[in-house]
Structures are given as C-alpha cells and as structure tokens.
C-alpha cells in the first residue's frame, strides 16, 4: 500500500505528534508499505529517507503550547506536488484542523482520507469559530480516529461526527530491553529492596513550557529533599535550567541534574533507571506517551491526576495519581512511593503488563485496518460508478475504457 502521512508540526522540534507519526512510518515500512511523510522542516534538519519537507515552520500559540506551523501559497504547492508524486492509496492527516499542512493536504487530496485527532481541549472557542472554514475540507475525511476518548470528545463536542479510539503507539521491547545507566540510578533503585536509601526521580519535557508541570514538581521538591535529602531529581528537556531552579533554596539546587535534549535510546535507559518517574503535566494532554514509555521500561509511575492521564494508567491500578497541580499531594505521594520498594515493584510489574496494549503490534493493526476499510469503500464506489457508466452508455463489461 502506498501511504502519505502528513504532519502538522515541525521535524526539528521533537514531540508526541512528530514521534507518533515516525514510530507509525517505521512501523508501516517494516511492514512492507510504501510510506511518504510531510513534514515542515528547516534546511538544515537531518530527516529520515521517508520524510519529506514542506520548508521552514513558524512558531503559533497552540492549545496551550507553542507549536511550529506551516501555511501558506508556497506550502500549499509542495503539499499539491507532493500528492501528485506521491499517487497514494490513502492519505493520513495528523490534527486536520490545525493551521498547517494537515489542512491544506485535505483540501487539496483526491484519494481516501484517514484523520487522526491528538488535541483534547474542551472549550476550544477558536475551534468552533473556525468550524464554518473547516467543514468543507472535513467532509472529504473518510475515517477518523482519536488518540484518547479525550481526543474523541473534543471532536464530537466541537466539530460533529464521531472517531474511532486508536491510541498513540510505543516500541514496548525498545523500552523494556534498554540497559540502566549506574551513574542515574539511586542507591534506592527497586531491586535493592532499601526504603531509605537515596533516590532518583525523572521528568521529561520541555522546561519552559508551563503545562508540563516542572515548576509544580520544584516546588514539592524542597518536601521531598527534607524528608530524604539524598534525593536527585534528573531532568530531561529543552529549556532555561536557571530559571527552573530558581524557586528552590541554593542548598537544594545541586540536588536538581540537568540532562538538555537526550536520544531515544538515552530515553529509555534513563527510564529505565530511575526509582520514580514523575509526569505534574497541568493540562491540555489528551493522551501521555511519556507515561506508556516509562511503564513500558518498567518505571513506577506517579501523574497528575488528568483524565487522560487516569486512563492510560488503568485509573491508578498502573500507576499513581496526584491532585493536579498539588504540589503538597505531589510530595506526599512521591514521599510515599520513594518509602515503599514493595508498591514500587507492585506497579512496575502492573505497568508492564498494562502497556503491551499500547505495542505498535496491536496500534499498528487497528491502524491498517482502519486503511484497508477505507481503500476498500473508495474502490468500490469507483466500481460502481464505472458500472453506472457502462448501463447509461449501454457497454458491456469488456468494452470502453472503465475497467
């Protein structure tokens, strides 16, 4: 099958879309399909052979981030020539209703359209105002899926129409097999069985957004640090590290290790290392791939209490939840969790079990069977449409040229 997939942000600034959209790509390939992906990108970024760009991206507040757009004439051209070379079987349009190439791929495509929706934002008044604009280019949509029933009410709520739950995917074995590294792990990592030994915490994401919730997690630190000082908190992100600090007593900032930007593999083990991953995330995820992640490196899990967090934790049967944006509740269940090796291990062991759902072996084949129903719909109208022609003009099945 030949399958163009467009994505919405940019290639050079690393998220859970443009991840999603690679590990599905990777996946599809592995598989034996033909896959192109869209992508705005700057000159200089390296891409993988199978992505494609649509030229430089600008910075957009975006559902509470700052995302990376592409639009315009010259971006809508690429789009259309990229389509023409590309003759797909089915384009798979990431965030459609974003101001970005996922919107001018579904005005521009011909073929059979599959949208996925990663955005849960429930009072999205730019979303229903811009309704009337969208709604031509929705109509052409032949399937839509939801990252989260979070995802799927934010469309049916502002955009009509329903969507089939596929959530984001993950390499559950890249995770589970990836090698701890000594110098990020605690003294009172889980195998040791030692309630009070000196600990490590994780988080990922980018410092300086604020609904990725270090600053709640800095202020529950100082807690953490005067009941078990040997604490170290491992931050992994893009960001200002001295603004983040800034909060926290000098004498507690040595405490805090930043890591910047690591590699998928230094991901993992550094998931793989620490005693408690931490996710104080505020709002605005309707999914949580850095939870799947962690569970799946067998990482005891401790989020905020988001709905979209509850569910991909098994509402707290796969990993701990804190009152969101508590940072004493925070500090308490982290406190808590740093104390009890055996609920550690308890939610390791359930974490691991939990997130082999979330294996691109199962996404991957929802996903495919989502394509293959749609490609089957659009051939068969293309049947019947030939056929309609051939009883109006009176040929037979071997005459003409329709079939």
């Not at 280019?137 to 032949?142: C, F, H, M, T, V």
């Amino acid at each position: 099958m030949r399958i163009g997939i467009v994505c919405p942000y940019s290639w050079d600034v690393p998220g859970g879309v443009q991840f999603h959209i690679r590990d599905l790509a990777e996946h599809l390939i592995g598989l034996g399909h033909q896959v192109s992906v869209l992508a705005p990108a700057d000159d200089e970024t390296p891409l993988p052979p199978f992505v494609v760009s649509a030229g430089r991206a600008v910075p957009v507040p975006y559902n509470g981030s700052v995302a990376r757009l592409n639009f315009g004439f010259l971006s809508a051209a690429r789009v259309r020539r990229w389509l023409h070379e590309g003759d797909f079987d089915v384009i798979h349009i990431h965030e459609p209703t974003s101001p970005s190439l996922g919107l001018l791929a579904c005005w521009a495509a011909q073929g059979p359209i599959v949208a996925t929706f990663h955005t849960s934002n429930p009072r999205s008044r730019a979303m229903i105002a811009a309704y009337p604009i969208l709604q031509p280019a929705l109509e052409k949509i032949s399937a839509r899926i939801a990252v989260s029933e979070y995802a799927r009410r934010t469309l049916v709520e502002h955009l009509g129409g329903d969507a089939v739950v596929i959530p984001n995917g993950v390499d559950v074995d890249f995770f589970a097999r990836a090698e701890p590294r000594p110098e990020w792990q605690g003294t009172g990592c889980a195998a040791s069985g030692e309630s009070d030994a000196p600990a490590t915490i994780g988080f990922m994401g980018r410092i300086d957004e604020p609904r990725k919730g270090l600053p709640v997690l800095m202020r529950a630190l100082p807690k953490i640090l005067a009941e078990r000082p040997g604490t170290r908190l491992l931050v992994a992100g893009r960001g200002d590290e001295e603004e983040a600090v800034a909060v926290l007593p000098p004498e507690m900032r040595s405490s805090v290790e930043f890591l910047g930007m690591v590699s998928d593999e230094d991901k993992a083990r550094l998931l793989r290392s620490v005693d408690v991953y931490v996710a104080p995330n505020t709002g605005g995820e309707s999914f949580g791939i850095i939870l799947v992640e962690a569970m799946s490196a067998g990482a005891p899990v401790l989020a905020s209490d988001l709905d979209a967090f509850a569910q991909v934790l098994d509402q707290g049967a796969a990993g701990e939840l804190f009152a969101n944006e508590d940072a004493d509740a925070l500090a308490a269940a982290a406190l808590r969790l740093l104390g009890d090796p055996r609920r550690r291990k308890e939610l390791s062991e359930r974490g691991s079990r939990h997130v082999r759902r979330f294996d691109w072996s199962t996404v991957g084949a929802d996903v495919l069977a989502v394509y293959e129903t749609v490609t089957a719909g659009a051939a068969s109208v293309a049947t019947d449409e030939r056929t309609g022609l051939r009883a109006r003009f009176g040929l037979a099945r071997d005459q003409g040229g329709f079939g």
